[in-house]
């Protein structure tokens, strides 16, 4: 039996995105640091098409990802690189633009797949995340948001992110390493989970066993995609 090696701990700073954008949600102070930054790298990276009817476009690359999300060349997509370059997108004379953002749309999506009641009612809900804080026992007012009680950003914060990373299967030990030095807290958070949504905690395991045993997924918009790419060599 082989000797697992120690970790290597490092005093670096880390500087991607996926970890700076973590923590301006947890750390609201830390946002203006993180759009900066971000402004900065972006800059570097403006690439983005024109066609010849001053129009961009690009692939879209449709269900490219893991969780089946599109993953456009962010050089390429206009909404790609800095917030800041959207305010270029003027539309012409006689049109209007509007930007439209689906929100929670993976909550949503699992609550109407899963058929948990819970999760329904957090999801039709002011705020799901607010609302799945105070069904995990947080002392949360029915109907609060973040705007009707900006007290509770950092509530919400938390409690979005152990949503989100426990709906892709995050562990509740992959949580608190991710979230950082109030592992515990974060741990009984993602733990609180599982309680607070039995319904749906069954119906994606059945899905994970169900890809599992069958090599594939099926996804509502498509035919049998998604082979499972750990299994094939199993």
């Keep these: 039996m082989g000797v697992l090696p120690e970790p290597q701990h490092t005093l670096a700073v880390s500087t991607e995105e996926k970890t700076l954008k973590a923590q301006a949600e947890l750390y609201p102070e830390t946002k203006l640091f993180h759009e900066g930054y971000r402004v900065l790298q972006s800059m570097k990276l403006i690439e983005v098409r024109l066609d010849g009817d001053v129009r961009s476009r690009c692939g879209l690359r449709a269900f490219a990802t ?87 950003t950092a509530i919400r914060a938390i409690y979005k992110i152990v949503v989100l990373a426990t709906q892709y299967g995050r562990t509740a030990y992959g949580l608190a390493q991710t979230i950082g030095d109030l592992g515990r807290g974060r741990a009984r958070a993602a733990r609180r989970t599982s309680e607070s949504l039995p319904v749906f905690w069954v119906w994606i395991e059945d899905q994970v066993d169900s890809a599992r045993l069958n090599r594939f997924i099926m996804f509502i918009a498509m035919n049998r995609s998604k082979a499972i790419k750990e299994e094939r060599n199993a």
């Excluded at 993953?71 to 790609?80: V, W």
């Excluded at 539309?91 to 329904?120: K, T, V």
Aim: with cysteine; hydrophobic share 40%; proline share 7%.
């Design 66 to 152: 893991k969780t089946s999300r599109c993953a456009p060349s962010s050089k390429e997509f206009i909404f790609g690189p800095g917030r800041w370059i959207r305010h270029f997108i003027i539309p012409g004379a006689g049109h209007a633009l509007a930007y439209i953002d689906l929100e929670q749309a993976e909550f949503g999506i699992a609550a109407a797949l899963s058929g948990d009641p819970a999760m329904l009612e957090a999801y039709l809900s002011s705020d799901c995340y607010l609302t799945f804080a105070r069904q995990a026992g947080k002392n949360v007012p029915i109907g609060a948001t973040e705007k009707t009680h900006p007290h509770l």
